[in-house]
């Protein structure tokens, strides 16, 4: 009986320590992870959320998140509780990917050139550290997170495989900080779309939107296809301001953006 019993203490010590072995070889920190950027001697926190099958021997989708107006801030928390992270807690398997949430500070946007710097070495950062796909990166944003998405794209239009921009737009509202650079002559939609060219896009807004007026998506959506772009434009009927809700809701939404890959270049 002692030495069966030895035996089975032996075979459970066994089992424990090839367990944390295994854990530790293969296994990873996963789910909404906190993580910073050190940026002239400032630390600004952003999360990652990391699917629970993610293993380095792939290479992974990344998606990067902007947030809106009411969740800036130095939290590092408080935009993952808007948009895309309440969708990933609701529906968990419909979002194979990394996903990249930085945090704009108050009083700014996201064209500052220091959220700018942060959103872009948040980006790369979990790239390197997650082993994440350049050719299928991705930008979405809501709200003056639109705004940033629509600017980035037009300023990085080889960065992002597709885009998706949510209740977003290109004129800003006249309680908005003023932009750190002056608005293009001309149609300022017509010049972001131009930049954005072939890019893949899916823009949604509210119809009922009191907040981004839909006629920004609308101006967009119109601006593209006169140039031919790749884009789909949703619109919901009776719909306010947080039309991220259905639209991170969409079952096709994610499905669509990770079928994207960038362009071989020439």
Known sequence: MKRASSRWLSHSLFLVLLSLLTGSALGAETGFLNRRVEIAGETYRYQVFVPANWSPKEKWPVVLFLHGAGERGED?????????????????????????????RK??????????????????????????????????????????????????PTRFAALTVICGGVRRPSRAPAPESPAPEGDPYLAVASQVGKTPTWIFHGADDRVVPPDESRKMHQALTSLSGVVRYTEYEGVGHASWEKAFAEPELMTWMLSQRRPAAK
């Open 76 to 104: 590092g928390i408080l935009q993952t509780e808007v948009g895309i992270g309440t969708a990933i807690r609701r529906t968990v398997d419909r979002f194979p990917a990394i996903i990249v949430m930085p945090q704009c």
């Open 107 to 156: 009083g700014v946007w996201w064209t500052d050139p220091r959220m700018e710097t942060v959103v872009f070495q948040a980006l790369d950062q979990s790239a390197r550290e997650f082993n994440g796909d350049a050719d299928r990166t991705y930008l979405a944003g809501l709200s003056m997170g639109g705004y940033g998405s629509w600017a980035f794209a037009a300023k990085y």
